[in-house]
Structure formats: structure tokens, C-alpha cells
Nanobody
């Protein structure tokens, strides 16, 4: 079992910045992907940024709508994944959730955090 605890959401004006953090705890498993998704009001969840394991190398991937504005990073010592969000726009408003998937004891599993609200005012 893996627990994901997010923090850092809030209300910010357009053009401002926020930093989200996702702290992971629990079982250690073979990682496939870890990152952030956003569900805007009335829309499906969309990948914001993630690390993906490709032949034991973590590559970073970003949703088209955040390229050049958001940066994902990891702190292995603290088991956290962070999302630095700059130049925020009102359309970035939504619930941001941390996600991780991989293999625990040979069984594929995935976990979601509870989500944190980000609201960008115009």
C-alpha cells in the first residue's frame, strides 16, 4: 500500500506561481510513472507532468498546455514529487492530484492522492 499526500494548492492571481508537493509513504515498489494530473471543472482529468520509467531511466513528460511554465522534480531522499507552476492562467484552475503506478510484489498497482485545489483568478 502507498499513501500520497499533496500540499501547496490555493488561490493565486493570473501570472502568479504555486508549488505543489506530493509525499509518498508506504511500500516500496518498482516505479512505472509518477506525476500530476489536473481535473478542471466540467472536463476529464488531464496529464500535467510526470516521470515515466523507460528502461530504468526516468524521462519527464508534460502536457502541451503547461510546457515552458511548469516544472516537475523529485526529491528521492524525501520521497516527494514537486510541481513548480509559474505564469499561471485562469484555465489552469482545477483539482491537481498526484498519481503513481508500478509493480508491488509483481502485481501492477496504482494510487491517487486526495487532490489539492488550484484556483487562478483573472
Amino acid at each position: 500500500q502507498v499513501q500520497l499526500d499533496e500540499s501547496g494548492g490555493g488561490l493565486v492571481q493570473a501570472g502568479g506561481s504555486l508549488r505543489l508537493s506530493c509525499a509518498a509513504s508506504g511500500s516500496t515498489f518498482r516505479l512505472n510513472t509518477v506525476g500530476w494530473y489536473c481535473q478542471a471543472p466540467g472536463k476529464d482529468s488531464e496529464m500535467v507532468a510526470r516521470f515515466r520509467n523507460v528502461s530504468n531511466v526516468l524521462i519527464t513528460e508534460y502536457g502541451e498546455f503547461v510546457k515552458g511554465r511548469f516544472t516537475i522534480s523529485r526529491d528521492n531522499a524525501e520521497n516527494t514529487v514537486n510541481l513548480q507552476m509559474n505564469s499561471l492562467k485562469p484555465e489552469d484552475t482545477g483539482v491537481y492530484s498526484c498519481y503513481v503506478d508500478g509493480w508491488l510484489g509483481g502485481v501492477y498497482r496504482y494510487y491517487w492522492g486526495q487532490g489539492t485545489q488550484v484556483t487562478v483568478s483573472s
